[in-house]
């Protein structure tokens, strides 16, 4: 799978979804999109299949954490879906993500790609120090839990693009880096903090950028899809 644009389907519910995804409908490309817990836990497994029966690429961003025998029996049921990619939070220690591979796997070897949150970007140094008591610098602990996850066999991370080159350096040239906080340049930065064009996120060495409002909210969609895809994805 090559560099890619993965559009966030951050919608309530089907309806809002399947407003969104006709706009594409005669597009020549359907766009690699992802489903979060907002519309998982709204929708369950079905709009899951629906989406995949109308030829889409699936990223399922539920973040899964638990102990290592729930996250292998949980990875068993979502690989029925047939995704394209899923994550797990690599706080959940080298064993989990281990469990998780295990658990995804199918009786020929193949899995989908499966990737890790390293910190939350919502975590700040601060509440890293003084809630979860962990004393390092924060750029510290992200490289050493991305290096946690290449470990364990895992495909990638999630990042912002800023970091998509230190992971590249300090953990595997190949290793995925899928990035969100991407903005273009005439956007409202909304609530993140850290954004780059799809532009600079190529030129930083992004895999897949994670795109949401700046499609789903631009006045047209399709557009600025496009406009992704030819920042990003060209050249
Ligand atoms: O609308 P926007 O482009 O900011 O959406 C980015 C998507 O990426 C959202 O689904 C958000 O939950 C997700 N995400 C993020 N930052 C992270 C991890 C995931 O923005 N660190």
Redesign the pocket.
């Known amino acids: 799978m090559g560099r890619d644009v993965i559009v ?1 389907l ?1 919608f309530p519910n089907a309806e809002n979804t399947f407003n969104f995804l006709s706009k594409f409908e005669n597009h020549n490309q359907k766009p690699f999109v ?1 489903i ?1 817990m907002e519309l998982f836990y709204a929708e369950g497994q079905k709009i899951v299949r629906e989406i995949k029966a109308r030829g889409h690429k699936i990223f399922l961003d539920l973040k899964l954490h638990d102990i290592p025998n729930t996250v292998k029996s949980a990875m068993r049921s979502l690989s029925k879906l047939n995704v394209d990619m899923l994550n797990v939070h690599a706080e959940g220690s080298i064993e989990m993500m281990k469990a998780a591979v295990e658990g995804l796997t199918n009786d020929n070897g193949e899995r989908p790609l499966l990737i890790a ?1 390293t910190l ?2 919502s975590i700040s140094q601060e509440v890293m120090n003084n809630e979860l008591l962990i004393s390092r610098p924060l750029d510290e602990v992200v490289t050493a839990y991305a290096q946690n996850v290449f470990k364990a066999g895992l495909d990638g991370v ?1 990042c912002s693009p800023l970091e998509a080159g230190k992971i590249h350096e300090n953990v595997n040239k190949n290793f995925l880096t899928v990035t ?3 903005r273009f340049a005439d956007n409202d930065k ?1 609530d ?1 903090a850290r954004v780059t064009t799809p532009l600079k996120a190529k030129e930083l060495g992004s895999d897949f950028i ?5 499609i789903t909210k631009a006045e047209n969609p399709v557009e600025a899809y496009e406009k992704c895809i030819n920042e990003f994805c060209k050249g």
Do not use: F, N, S, Y
């Open positions: 966030a951050d992802k979060g949150v939350l970007t999630v969100p906080g991407i909304g993140q994670v795109v949401g409002r700046p």
